[in-house]
Every structure is written in structure tokens, then in C-alpha cells.
């Protein structure tokens, strides 16, 4: 037996591959058939891609179908609303790597001076996942202190590694 | 035979230099600790080294890829033993009977086991890789288009199958999906940019590499930093190195799951934690002591490690005789051996014999290299098991910006890297194979090209398509599969099978 919000995903991830599949073989259609360049009208760009939308559709519908029939459609009950909460404290530690990785890699990367961008990041990252509220200000301080010595070694290290060792240009 | 050893000899010798050692050593190692780490993969261990070895010399390059990617399906075992948690997803059978060794104060002895096992399956590997990747590719000089045409499908089909056997319908449309990510860029007949929608970054497609360190980088470190910590259950270790006694007692079951774990490895992007799963299903079924096993077997435990290992060599015969993946990590190093110049396929034993050879060799260095630094530095692998996630994953995505970025120094490729990092994780937490995704995007091109060439030989006519001998084994066996993934068909084939059964009473 699956869980609800199994179910209920499937239903949601369903109707976002049928609308893939569909726009998949309408992109497909309208892709040129180069006429003027005289080619075998079974080579054209858009026939395998059509193919595949379509197979995507043919899927997406099962998986559609199959949810509807397991409840997708149905709002939970309240035990499996209680059940479906699910620990909020992984919810939370994945939600700030998301946000501190997707920050560093798209925001500063590139931006900013890969070292400066990879110390500010690790630092962020250990301060912020090993920050413990209930703690006294000393462990506050070596906290922020040890993430500190680690960005910076990390920043450094992967300089000297990367750019010198393995000849490979950094972002 | 004496010819193959005569070669095998060549290719050892071939690798006579200081440097040799030196990177069998290092990758090994990096790639135990990488496999013993949750959350680090063989597949991201190999994508990223890929990215790092691509100005080193060919085969030094693909030696260290070889030697990370045995060294890390080995080096998960030392996690599912010690933490219960399977380092690569390769190991999750070795948690089985592992960790119950571990509880009783034999983590030692299991890691010793596993360590022998998992050098014994790779040998048995190796050497089918010499015997049968020749004949292999001999039979695939045989295969035209119509013959490619449906390997594609069958391996998308397949590996969509083994990899989510519960719900195989999740491994199709992660396959199919794969295929549909191969579409994105100039495709290879008329080089008509397709789904570029005018991004001149998308016109060159989607690199196997940036979007392979997303879905098992990025989405692995997610998915590490929202589990539980956890625990590890030995502190100490109590003796490594096995008994001789111990290892005879099961060499019919070394031997079973090494055959098993080769052939499991051979299918295209199924890999080594099915591998795994079929050989240690296959030693309970013909063990004496069935009722040890999940209870701290070691035979259990030797035939889930020797199972995953041998898989390792057998998912390389595929990619050396007709360049299709038999893993996830064996599509990276196909990545890889393009990358540096290497052309696998069915012509390999015409333009390059002695690399075949060469890549067993590897192997066999890969296999020394476990062995020794398996059983010698146990004490030093349980202190990185220590290294907390939360100092450890920051530094493992620092290394997934810099790999995609290495090879065409594009930030495009980064920003490929995150969004196939949050889409696989998605997919994951939704039971979606990555395997079939990842076949899926190298088999595009292949499935793209040889169907449109396949309609012009034909003008059209899809007769050959069904008819040829070769290409109605693939698509009866394709058209079987799916037909036997659906639940109504599945039960009705039982009852028959079981009123059969009753008839012959």
C-alpha cells in the first residue's frame, strides 16, 4: 500500500509529464521539415522526438489513471495528515542546503572570486548547520571560529589543488 | 588462451612505470573513501574525476577512473557494515548481513570478508571481460541499424525494469525522460538545433558529465543532509583478515554470485546494486543455512559483496564491445573514454585490441589495490566515517561546481549541474530510478540517429525492423518485458502457471 502523498505526487508529477509529452510533440511538429534542402522526408529532426512525446503521453496517462483510481484525487485524513508531516527538522535542514548551495552556485560563482565565494560558502554552511542555540557564547565562538579556519582551508587548498596540481581554470 | 595471456602480459607490462602504482594507489583509496561516505557515489566519484584526469594521459586517466570506480563500490561496504546506511546504493544487500556481524563485534572480521569477497568477485569479472568482451564484440559486428535501434529501446526498457521493480512504470518514464534530454541540441544527421528555443548554450546539448554530478552529486548531498545522522556501531576493530577456511568453505557461492554479478552487470544501465541483489537472493536459495541470512550470514555478506563487485567488470563489457553502459558509472567512464580519444564498439578488436586488454589489467591493479588497502587501513577508514555531514557536504559541493565546469569552462554547465541536482532529488524522493535516466541520456543519440537511418535503407518499410533475426530477439524480449510489468497480465501468467503446476500433481 502506498502512502497518500506518494499517491498525491504521482498525481501532480502525471500531469506534468502529460503537459511535457504534449508540449514534447507539439514542438516536434512545428520543427522544420527542410524542404528546400531536399532530404528524405523520413529523416526530418522532428520524428524521433514526436516519438518519444508520444510514448511520454502514453505514460504519463497510466500514471495519471493509476493515481486517480489509488485516491490522488481524495484529501487526506487526519491521521495520514499527521503522518504526512513527517519530521519538520529535515524539512528545514534540507530547505537552508538548497538555499546556501543554489546561492553559492548561482549567485556567487562567477560573480565573485571563486576563493572568496567557496570560503563565504563553507563558512555559511558549517556555521549554520553546527550553530546549536542552546549552547553558551564560549561554544558560540569556537563554532563560528572552526567554520571560519575550515572555509578558509577549503577556499585555499582547492585553489592550489585544482589550478596547480590538476591544471584545471576555476569558475 | 595463451594468446590472451600473452596480451594480458603486454598490457601489464604496457603500465611499467613509476607513475603507475602511484595513481593505482591514490584513486583506489580516494575512491574507498568516497564509496564509504554516504551520500558520495561511485557514479559522482567518477563524473567529477573525469573532469579532474582529462589533460592527463589517456590511460593513466582511465586507469585512475577504473581504479575509483572499483574502489568505491568496494568502499561501501565498510559503511553498511559499520553505520547500517549503504555508502553507494551498490551495498545496500551488504547492510543485510554486515551490520548484524558489526552488532555482535565482528565488524572486523566482516569488513575482511567483504574486502575478500569484493576482490574475488572483480577477478571472476575480469576474466570473463577477457574472455567473453572479444566474442561479444564479434557477435556485434553482426548488429546494423535496425539492431541498434532496438538495443536502445530494449536497454532504456530493461534498466527500467530492474531498477524499479516495484513500480517498473517509474523506470520506463525515467528512461524515456533520459531519451528525451539526449534531444535537447544540434542532433547528428542534419544538425537542426532542437529545444534550444534560440539559448545558444542549448544548442550543444546537455552534457552527460554536469547533469550526472547533479542528479548523484547534488541530489545525493540534499538527500544526506535530510536524513537522520548516523550511527556507527563499532568504535574498535576485532581481527581483519579472513580464514582461509572461511573463504573455501564458500567458494561455490564466490564463484555463483561472480557469474551472476557479471551477467546482471552486462545488461545495459542496470549495474552493480541489482548485481548485488540477485546474487545474494540466488546464495540464499542454494544455502544450508538459509535461516542466518539478514541475521548476520557470512555468506550472505560474501555473496552480496562478490555480487556488486563482479558487476563492476561485467558492466564494462558492454561499453567496450557495442559503447552502452552496463551501470551508471560505466556511463561515465564510456563519457570519458571518448573524451580521450578511445572509440569502443563493436570494432574494437580491429582498432584496438590491446585496449581491451589494457582495461583488464586496470581491473586486476584496481584488485590488487583493494586487497591491500582494505585489509591494512581499516583503522584509518573508521575515522572518515567520523568527519561530520555537515563539515564534509559543503566541501563535496564546492568539488560538484568545479568538476562540470572544468571540462568546457562554461558556467552553463554549472547551472545544468543544479537543475538536474533538484530534479533528481525530486525524482528520487517520488521512487524514480536515476539508472534508466542515465542510459537513457547517452542512449538518445543512438536510438535518434539509427531509426532515421534504419527508414532511409527501408524507404519506409518497418518489416526489417521485426523481421531480421537479431532485431526480433530484441523487440520479442522488449514487447515481453513490458507486457509482464503490467499487474493484470502478471497475475493471470501466474494462475496459469500454478494450474499447470496443478495438472502435472
Known sequence: MRPHSLIRADLVTAAVLLSLGLFVVAEAWRMPRLEERQINPLTVPGIVPGLLGLVLVAMASVLLIRSIRAGGLRSRSDTEEAAGEGDGSSWRRLGLTAALCLAYAAGLVGHVDFRLATGLFVFAFVALFEWNPGQSLIRHGRTVGWAAVQAALVALAVAVVFQELFLVRLP | MLDGLVQLADAVAHFAAWSTPFNVLWATLLGIVIGALPGLTATMGVALMTTLTYRMAPDQAILILICMYVGAIYGGSRSAILLNIPGTPANAATSLDGHPLAQTGRAGYAMGLATSASALGTIVGLLCLAVFAPMLAEFALDFGSFEFFWLAVFGVVISGQMTSLEDPLKGYIAGFLGL?????????????????????????????????????????????????????????????????????????????????????????????????????????????????????????????????????????????????????????????????????????????????????????????????????????????????????????????????????????????????????????????????????????DILDKNLRRSLVLTDGDLGPFFLRPISMVLWVTTALIILFSIPAVKAAAGRLAARIRGRGD
Not at chain 2, 536524513?227 to 564458500?250: C, F, G, K
Open chain 2, 180 to 444: 528525451l534530454v539526449a534531444m535537447i541540441g544540434q542532433e547528428g544527421i542534419h544538425a537542426h538545433a532542437r529545444f534550444s528555443f534560440g539559448v545558444a548554450d542549448l544548442t550543444g546539448g546537455i552534457g552527460l558529465i554536469p547533469a550526472l554530478v547533479g542528479a548523484f552529486g547534488f541530489a545525493e548531498i540534499l538527500t544526506v543532509m535530510k536524513n537522520r545522522r548516523a550511527e556507527l556501531t563499532a568504535s574498535h576493530v576485532d581481527r581483519v583478515l579472513p580464514r582461509t577456511a572461511d573463504l573455501w568453505r564458500y567458494k561455490r557461492t564466490v564463484g555463483r554470485s561472480g557469474l551472476v554479478g557479471t551477467f546482471v552487470g552486462v545488461i545495459p544501465g542496470v549495474g552493480e546494486d541489482i548485481g548485488a541483489w540477485v546474487s545474494y537472493a540466488a546464495a540464499r536459495r542454494a544455502s544450508k543455512e538459509k535461516e542466518q541470512f539478514g541475521k548476520g550470514s557470512m555468506e550472505g555478506l560474501m555473496a552480496a559483496e562478490t555480487g556488486n563487485s563482479a558487476a563492476v567488470p561485467g558492466a564494462l563489457i558492454p561499453v567496450l564491445t557495442l559503447a552502452i553502459p552496463g551501470s551508471a558509472p560505466a556511463a561515465v567512464l564510456l563519457a570519458a573514454m571518448f573524451i580521450h580519444g578511445v572509440r569502443p564498439g563493436p570494432l574494437i578488436m580491429f582498432e584496438a585490441p590491446e585496449f581491451v586488454f589494457r582495461v583488464v589489467a586496470m581491473l586486476l591493479f584496481a584488485t590488487i589495490a583493494i586487497t591491500v588497502l582494505g585489509l591494512a587501513i581499516t583503522r584509518v577508514l573508521l575515522l572518515v566515517l567520523r568527519v561530520p555531514r555537515e563539515k564534509l557536504m559543503p566541501v563535496v559541493f564546492v568539488l560538484c561546481v568545479i568538476g562540470p565546469y572544468a571540462i568546457t569552462n562554461r558556467l552553463f554547465d554549472v547551472y545544468v549541474m543544479l537543475v538536474f541536482g533538484v530534479i533528481g532529488f525530486a525524482l528520487r524522493e517520488m521512487k524514480y530510478p536515476m539508472a534508466p535516466l542515465v542510459l537513457g541520456i547517452i542512449l538518445g
